[in-house]
């Protein structure tokens, strides 16, 4: 379809060509400038429209900054690893000093290791969603190694408690003064019968009337005399397996039933039973087993002194 238009000049019709493809040319041009008018002034007059340019530029710069201190977290969180890494190589000594096996790196990685949690990083992209998913492996394997290293501390915790209600029952000191052989325990002449038999004990030697006292904490099991050589016998039970027998006694200073600490005053040295002469014959026992008790012996460690020194501390700490 043609388009005329009035000539003023000639007073007649003219046609124009290209009419409508001018008049949407102009009317996108007319439209281009206003928009870029409008982005202008709101641009000038800070975001009046609201379009979000601002928001968009507000949310880039905290982005920089969340990263900067996801990574800064990092490198504490390594300065963290750093330090449980070395509470672990205590925590090693520790486990050594109660008697207990290490826990090592195999077993620490196989402890703290296994699946990770999913990753809340899909909003994110490039450097921000790697720094965010490493972040939190670290902090997930930090959660698990703190959790080993405090279950090993408990472990540790458990095993001195055990340790000092054990090593207190244990029979362990030299329970009268005196003399004795090294060599007691074991094959011998008998002294009286004048036969090779077991000797399941050691004799220490010293005067009728010498002092008796207890190797380890415990109970009495047996105190009296009896039908055999030993004569007057003290027996403790300490627990943990272990017992302890007092021969030849010439008296008790407990009964049965009793309760009694390491290093009381259990007994008086005698010569009771099958003897040549006054003395103490000690046995120690293990689940029913006969044991050398010169093993359990600390010599500079007087039953006597011991006591005392225990009474000591006992009055500074209470």
């Not at 043609?2 to 009317?27: C, H, I, Q, Y």
């Not at 000093?97 to 992209?125: C, H, I, N, W, Y």
């Not at 050589?229 to 008296?251: C, D, F, K, M």
Request: positive net charge.
């Amino acid at each position: 379809m043609k388009t005329f238009v009035f000539s003023s000049r000639s007073l007649d019709l003219r046609e124009v060509r290209f009419f409508k493809t001018k008049l949407v040319g102009s009317g996108v041009l007319l439209g281009f400038l206003a928009v870029g008018g409008l982005l202008l002034t709101n641009v000038l007059f800070s975001d009046i429209l609201g379009v979000g340019y601002n928001r968009v530029n507000l949310l880039a710069s905290e982005n920089r900054l969340l990263k900067e201190e996801m990574e800064a977290l990092a490198a504490r969180m390594s300065s963290v690893q750093n330090a449980l890494d070395k509470l672990a190589d205590r925590g090693n000594e520790l486990r050594l000093m109660v008697d207990l096996t290490k826990l090592d790196e195999d077993t620490r990685q196989a402890a703290a290791g296994g699946s990770v949690g999913p990753q809340t990083t899909a909003f994110l992209t490039g450097d921000a969603a790697e720094v965010l998913a490493s972040s939190q492996s670290l902090v997930d394997r930090l959660s698990r190694e703190i959790r080993v290293q405090q279950s090993s501390y408990e472990e540790i915790y458990r095993r001195v408690e055990y340790n000092k209600a054990f090593f207190s029952h244990l029979p362990a000191i030299k329970p009268m003064a005196g003399y004795y052989s090294i060599n007691g325990f074991g094959m011998r002449i008998h002294p009286v019968l004048r036969v090779y038999r077991m000797h399941e004990g050691v004799d220490i030697v010293n005067d009728v009337g010498t002092n008796i006292y207890a190797a380890g904490d415990g109970v009495v099991k047996f105190a009296g005399r009896t039908m055999g050589g030993y004569g007057t016998v003290i027996e403790l039970q300490h627990g943990y397996g272990y017992a302890s027998l007092y021969a030849h006694l010439n008296r008790t200073l407990v009964r049965p039933g009793q309760s009694v600490k390491r290093g009381e005053l259990i007994a008086k040295c005698g010569r009771s039973g099958l003897v040549s002469g006054p003395h103490l014959h000690f046995e120690v026992r293990h689940n029913g087993r006969k044991l050398n008790p010169v093993d359990f012996f600390f010599d500079d460690v007087e039953a006597a002194r011991y006591r005392s020194a225990l009474a000591a501390m006992s009055q500074q700490h209470g």
